[in-house]
């Protein structure tokens, strides 16, 4: 089993929601079955609600040394191995925020699409965030 990672080094950044983002796309690009990336909350969140969603399969966790790192198996479908992830988009950038109210949420393709939000109650999905009425700021897209 050959697992991707963006780098063979391990570098600190200050966003670590858009290289993971990153890394999910490349490792879709190049038609992967697993991605690598550095395990945080945020990320282990993120992970969580694409394996609710049906994008992933198997995360699961690695450490090698002090670092710990999260593992996500992508999905494709079919002879040609269609990605199941078509677009991962990041919205909320650490230069420019952007806050939703629970009404104005958008709905990605009439709700197939998935909008994961950092609420006061924690990072929920899209669908979670309207039904307990809060809102929150918007850290990506997926569909």
């Known amino acids: 089993m ?3 990672t963006s780098s ?3 570098f600190m950044s200050n966003d670590t929601i858009a290289n993971t983002i990153t890394s ?4 879709n690009l190049k038609e992967r079955e ?3 990336v ?3 909350n945020i990320t282990k969140s993120i992970g ?3 394996l609710q969603e049906g994008f992933v399969d198997n995360p699961g966790e690695l450490r090698e040394g002090m670092n710990l790192f999260l593992i996500l198996t992508l999905k494709y479908r079919g002879r040609k191995r269609e990605p199941y992830i078509t677009t991962l988009k990041r919205i909320s950038k650490p230069g420019s925020r952007l806050y939703y109210n629970h009404q104005k949420i958008p709905k990605i393709l009439g709700g ?9 109650c924690g990072i929920v ?3 979670e965030a309207r039904q307990k009425q809060i809102g929150g700021e918007i850290l990506c897209y997926v569909w």
């Open 2 to 4: 050959f697992i991707y």
């Open 8 to 10: 063979k080094k391990i």
């Open 24 to 27: 999910i796309r490349n490792a």
């Open 34 to 36: 697993t991605v690598r």
């Open 38 to 40: 550095p395990a945080t």
């Open 48 to 50: 969580k609600f694409l």
């Open 112 to 120: 197939i699409g998935v909008v994961i939000p950092s609420t006061s």
């Open 125 to 127: 999905t899209d669908r």
